[in-house]
C-alpha cells in the first residue's frame, strides 16, 4: 500500500494542473468584461501558463489478494490494508435481479432489502441496536437486472468478531416477517408514486423501456403487480435457493491478516450448507430497434429534461477503453464537449453529460440534460450536433491528452480507498478480467487513439436507432422534437397521449 501512496503522491500535481486549467478558465471568463456573471462563453478562450505535467504512463503494480475457499465452496478474497484499523467484508451472491422469474421481477432485490429485518436469533430492532453500538454498517441489496446480491459490513478491526456474528446471522438465517414484509411493500408502492412526479425519473424510466424491450433491463422500479404479489414464503425461497456458500464470493479489506481472518470465517460459516444453485441465463440485448421519439407529457413544466443514446457494450468488450475516452470527451465532466457547449457556451442549463456502461449484456451510452423549455429547440440542436461531430471529427491531440490525464489521475486517486481495490478484484472475478487488467488500466487509457474514438463513436452512436425521450410541456417541446422524427406522446402514468397526428 506504501508504493500506492507514493504513485498517487507523484500524481497529485497532475490532479491540480486540471483544478488550476479549470479555475484559470472561469477567472478568464469573469474579466471578459460582460455584465452576466453566471453564463458566459469560452469560446477563443487560450489557456495560459499551466503547471507542467508529467508525460510519462503512470504504472502501477497493485498489492495482490490472497485467496481461500471453506469445505463448503465459500471463496474469501482479503486485501490486507494496515493504514487504518478497520475492516469491511462484502458477501457477494452470484445470483441477483437476473434470477428473478419474469412475473415476480424485483424479488432479488426485496429480499436483499428485508435481510436486516429480523433473523431466527434478532430481532430488526435488536441487529439494528447492536450494529449501532459496535459502530458498524450493515447494508444489503440487489438490482433489478445485476448479476449479484450484496451484503457489506464495516467498522473497527477490534469488534470484527461481533461483526461477522451479525452479518453472519442476517445472510443465513431471515426470516422475512410478514409484517415487515407487508410494511415494506407499502413503503415502496408509495415510493414509486412519489418518483412519477420526477421528471428524472419518467425520463430514464421510458429511455431504459426504448432500448430493452421486454428485456430486465427495461426496469428501473419493480412492476407494481410484482410488489403486491410478494410474500413472506417467496422471499424465503428465493434465499434458500440461492443464498449459498457454493454461490457466494466473501470479499474482505482491512487491517487484518488471512490467519486471523479464516478461523473466524469458520467459525460463522463453517457449518453453511450447500445447494444446488439453479443456472442463470443472462438474457442479450434486443437488437436494436429504429429511431423513436417519446415526449411525456408535464403541462406548464419550466424544463425540458432530454435523454439521447443507443445500446452500448459488454463490459468485457474489447471496445471499452476507447468508448471509455470517447464518453469522457464527449460528457464526462465539466471539461467535455457537452458541458462546454450546453452551459459554458450558451447557457441553456446548469449541466450536460453522458455516460456509458456494460454488463454481461450490452449497457446503453446516452447523453442527457435538463433545459429550460424555451430553449429545448436550441439544446436539441447542439445535442445532435455533438454527437455528429464525435463522429465525423477526429479528436485533437490536446484534447484526447487532457481527458486520458483525467481518466488516469481520477484512477490512481481510487487506488487510496482498499474499498475501491476490492471493488476492482470483485470486477475482475465477475468478468474474468485478465490478472493484470487494473495494473495496465493506465498503459491501456493512453493507447487509445483518435482513429479509435472515430471508430467507436460511428459505431455507439447509431442515428438510425437513436432513442431521444423528452419530459416537458408537450405544447411547447412537440414541434422542437417533430424535427427529428415522429413523436410519441405519453403521460406520466406511461400511457399514450391522443394527438391531431394519431
Same mark, same amino acid.
Given at each position: 500500500?506504501?508504493?500506492?501512496?507514493?504513485?498517487?503522491?507523484?500524481?497529485?500535481?497532475?490532479?491540480?494542473?486540471?483544478?488550476?486549467?479549470?479555475?484559470?478558465?472561469?477567472?478568464?471568463?469573469?474579466?471578459?468584461?460582460?455584465?452576466?456573471?453566471?453564463?458566459?462563453?469560452?469560446?477563443?478562450?487560450?489557456?495560459?501558463?499551466?503547471?507542467?505535467?508529467?508525460?510519462?504512463?503512470?504504472?502501477?503494480?497493485?498489492?495482490?489478494? !490472497?485467496?481461500?475457499? %471453506?469445505?463448503?465452496? @465459500?471463496?474469501?478474497?482479503?486485501?490486507? $490494508?494496515?493504514?487504518?484499523?478497520? &475492516? *469491511? /467484508?462484502?458477501?457477494?451472491?452470484?445470483?441477483?435481479?437476473?434470477?428473478?422469474?419474469?412475473?415476480?421481477?424485483?424479488?432479488?432485490?426485496?429480499?436483499?432489502?428485508?435481510?436486516?429485518?429480523?433473523?431466527?436469533?434478532?430481532?430488526?430492532?435488536?441487529?439494528?441496536? !447492536?450494529?449501532?453500538? %459496535?459502530?458498524?454498517? @450493515?447494508?444489503?441489496?440487489?438490482?433489478? $437486472?445485476?448479476?449479484?446480491?450484496? &451484503? *457489506? /459490513?464495516?467498522?473497527?478491526?477490534?469488534?470484527?468478531?461481533?461483526?461477522?456474528?451479525?452479518?453472519?446471522?442476517?445472510?443465513?438465517?431471515?426470516?422475512?416477517?410478514?409484517?415487515?414484509?407487508?410494511?415494506?411493500?407499502?413503503?415502496?408502492?408509495?415510493?414509486?408514486?412519489?418518483?412519477?412526479?420526477?421528471?428524472?425519473? @419518467?425520463?430514464?424510466?421510458?429511455?431504459?423501456?426504448?432500448?430493452?424491450?421486454?428485456?430486465?433491463?427495461?426496469?428501473?422500479?419493480?412492476?407494481?403487480?410484482?410488489?403486491?404479489?410478494?410474500?413472506?414464503?417467496?422471499?424465503?425461497?428465493?434465499?434458500?435457493?440461492?443464498?449459498?456458500?457454493?454461490?457466494?464470493?466473501?470479499?474482505?479489506?482491512?487491517?487484518?491478516?488471512?490467519?486471523?481472518?479464516?478461523?473466524?470465517?469458520?467459525?460463522?460459516?463453517?457449518?453453511?450448507?450447500?445447494?444446488?444453485?439453479?443456472?442463470?441465463?443472462?438474457?442479450?440485448?434486443?437488437?436494436?430497434?429504429?429511431?423513436?421519439?417519446?415526449?411525456?407529457?408535464?403541462?406548464?413544466?419550466?424544463?425540458?429534461?432530454?435523454?439521447?443514446?443507443?445500446?452500448?457494450?459488454?463490459?468485457?468488450?474489447?471496445?471499452?477503453?476507447?468508448?471509455?475516452?470517447?464518453?469522457?470527451?464527449?460528457?464526462?465532466?465539466?471539461?467535455?464537449?457537452?458541458?462546454?457547449?450546453?452551459?459554458?457556451?450558451?447557457?441553456?442549463?446548469?449541466?450536460?453529460?453522458?455516460?456509458?456502461?456494460?454488463?454481461?449484456?450490452?449497457?446503453?451510452?446516452?447523453?442527457?440534460?435538463?433545459?429550460?423549455?424555451?430553449?429545448?429547440?436550441?439544446?436539441?440542436?447542439?445535442?445532435?450536433?455533438?454527437?455528429?461531430?464525435?463522429?465525423?471529427?477526429?479528436?485533437?491531440?490536446?484534447?484526447?491528452?487532457?481527458?486520458?490525464?483525467?481518466?488516469?489521475?481520477?484512477?490512481?486517486?481510487?487506488?487510496?480507498?482498499?474499498?475501491?481495490?476490492?471493488?476492482?478484484?470483485?470486477?475482475?472475478?465477475?468478468?474474468?478480467?485478465?490478472?493484470?487488467?487494473?495494473?495496465?488500466?493506465?498503459?491501456?487509457?493512453?493507447?487509445?487513439?483518435?482513429?479509435?474514438?472515430?471508430?467507436?463513436?460511428?459505431?455507439?452512436?447509431?442515428?438510425?436507432?437513436?432513442?431521444?425521450?423528452?419530459?416537458?410541456?408537450?405544447?411547447?417541446?412537440?414541434?422542437?422534437?417533430?424535427?427529428?422524427?415522429?413523436?410519441?406522446?405519453?403521460?406520466?402514468?406511461?400511457?399514450?397521449?391522443?394527438?391531431?397526428?394519431?
Amino acid at each position: 500500500m506504501k508504493r500506492i501512496g507514493h504513485i498517487v503522491r507523484n500524481l497529485l500535481l497532475l490532479v491540480l494542473t486540471f483544478g488550476l486549467s479549470f479555475a484559470v478558465a472561469r477567472q478568464i471568463r469573469a474579466q471578459g468584461g460582460t455584465n452576466s456573471p453566471v453564463q458566459q462563453s469560452s469560446k477563443g478562450a487560450v489557456i495560459k501558463g499551466r503547471a507542467p505535467v508529467n508525460k510519462d504512463i503512470l504504472r502501477v503494480k497493485l498489492p495482490k489478494a !490472497q485467496e481461500a475457499s %471453506l469445505e463448503n465452496g @465459500l471463496k474469501v478474497v482479503l486485501l490486507e $490494508s494496515h493504514k487504518v484499523p478497520t &475492516v *469491511t /467484508t462484502q458477501m457477494v451472491i452470484l445470483s441477483g435481479g437476473l434470477a428473478d422469474a419474469p412475473d415476480y421481477r424485483g424479488l432479488a432485490s426485496f429480499t436483499a432489502s428485508l435481510l436486516r429485518e429480523g433473523t431466527t436469533k434478532r430481532t430488526s430492532k435488536e441487529i439494528a441496536e !447492536q450494529a449501532d453500538a %459496535l459502530g458498524a454498517t @450493515l447494508v444489503a441489496g440487489s438490482g433489478l $437486472s445485476s448479476l449479484t446480491s450484496n &451484503v *457489506t /459490513t464495516s467498522g473497527l478491526v477490534e469488534n470484527v468478531d461481533q461483526m461477522l456474528d451479525i452479518f453472519a446471522d442476517v445472510i443465513r438465517n431471515p426470516i422475512f416477517p410478514r409484517e415487515e414484509v407487508e410494511k415494506f411493500k407499502t413503503r415502496t408502492l408509495a415510493q414509486l408514486q412519489f418518483q412519477r412526479s420526477s421528471p428524472q425519473f @419518467l425520463a430514464q424510466e421510458q429511455f431504459s423501456r426504448a432500448v430493452y424491450g421486454d428485456h430486465p433491463a427495461s426496469l428501473i422500479v419493480p412492476p407494481i403487480a410484482s410488489i403486491k404479489k410478494f410474500s413472506t414464503k417467496d422471499l424465503a425461497e428465493f434465499h434458500a435457493t440461492y443464498y449459498r456458500p457454493n454461490n457466494a464470493i466473501l470479499a474482505i479489506v482491512g487491517d487484518i491478516t488471512l490467519k486471523e481472518i479464516l478461523p473466524k470465517l469458520e467459525k460463522v460459516f463453517g457449518d453453511w450448507k450447500k445447494g444446488e444453485i439453479p443456472a442463470t441465463k443472462v438474457p442479450a440485448a434486443p437488437a436494436p430497434v429504429g429511431s423513436r421519439i417519446f415526449l411525456i407529457d408535464r403541462p406548464g413544466s419550466v424544463q425540458t429534461v432530454l435523454q439521447l443514446g443507443n445500446l452500448g457494450i459488454e463490459r468485457t468488450d474489447p471496445d471499452y477503453f476507447s468508448l471509455l475516452l470517447a464518453d469522457k470527451v464527449l460528457g464526462g465532466g465539466p471539461a467535455a464537449r457537452l458541458f462546454l457547449n450546453l452551459r459554458e457556451n450558451k447557457g441553456y442549463t446548469y449541466g450536460a453529460y453522458s455516460s456509458f456502461g456494460g454488463s454481461k449484456f450490452r449497457g446503453t451510452w446516452v447523453s442527457s440534460s435538463e433545459v429550460r423549455t424555451d430553449v429545448t429547440e436550441g439544446a436539441m440542436k447542439e445535442f445532435m450536433y455533438e454527437l455528429k461531430r464525435l463522429r465525423d471529427e477526429k479528436v485533437g491531440a490536446t484534447e484526447l491528452e487532457d481527458a486520458k490525464r483525467a481518466i488516469v489521475g481520477n484512477f490512481a486517486l481510487s487506488l487510496e480507498q482498499p474499498q475501491n481495490l476490492l471493488q476492482n478484484i470483485i470486477t475482475q472475478k465477475l468478468y474474468n478480467l485478465p490478472a493484470d487488467y487494473w495494473d495496465m488500466y493506465p498503459q491501456r487509457v493512453a493507447a487509445v487513439t483518435p482513429e479509435d474514438i472515430q471508430r467507436v463513436a460511428q459505431k455507439y452512436i447509431d442515428l438510425q436507432h437513436i432513442q431521444i425521450v423528452a419530459v416537458g410541456d408537450a405544447t411547447k417541446a412537440r414541434d422542437v422534437l417533430a424535427k427529428y422524427g415522429k413523436v410519441e406522446v405519453y403521460d406520466a402514468e406511461g400511457n399514450p397521449v391522443a394527438t391531431k397526428d394519431n
